[in-house]
């Protein structure tokens, strides 16, 4: 079985392509999630899911500094793909655990749900994981890589 930290063809990150990145991240600002018919959401994901490929790879560096600090890395026998998919996958660790919690504070905050713990210690406990995301997210540009690229291990 090929290595899944080798780099490759990941095309997931908004690096590969900065000239669109804008105009993604201004639809998604401006848009928000459909509260559809989740039945057909879940069709679409397992359709997607049965046609999927291998995990994948890491993306290669979308910037001339991560290239050179990869490439630097490399020439010292050091193995800097490994490091960036565990970072990719600590990124999407933590940006779930945020979501998580929102969820759960929109949960308790309905008159529907009630709770035993303190809606602002929820929001305590959001804040902390929403920190742990930052300091991943610049931990993963100040190496040159995207935070944005889904990585083999966040994938998985």
């Known amino acids: 079985m090929e290595k899944s930290t080798q780099m490759g063809r990941n095309r997931t990150g908004i690096d590969m392509s900065p000239i669109h990145s804008k105009e993604m991240i201004s639809n998604a600002e401006s848009s928000s999630p459909s509260s559809s018919n989740g039945a057909s959401i879940s ?16 993306p290669m560096p979308g910037t001339m500094k991560g290239a050179l600090k990869s490439a630097m890395k490399k020439v010292s026998g050091r193995n800097p793909e490994m490091l960036i998919n565990k970072l990719g996958e600590r990124l999407a660790f933590e940006r779930s655990g945020v979501r998580l919690y929102e969820c759960m504070i929109t949960k308790c905050e309905s008159k529907k749900a009630g709770s035993q713990i303190p809606i602002e210690r929820l929001r305590h406990f959001r804040d902390e994981e929403e920190q742990h995301f930052q300091m ?11 935070p944005t690229a889904q990585t083999p291990d966040a994938d998985v």
């Not at 069709?43 to 890491?58: H, L």
């Not at 991943?136 to 995207?146: F, K, P, T, V």
């Open 43 to 58: 069709s679409v994901e397992r359709e997607y899911i049965e046609e999927a490929d291998a995990v994948g790879s890491v």
């Open 136 to 146: 991943i997210r610049n931990a993963m540009q100040s190496l040159g890589a995207d």
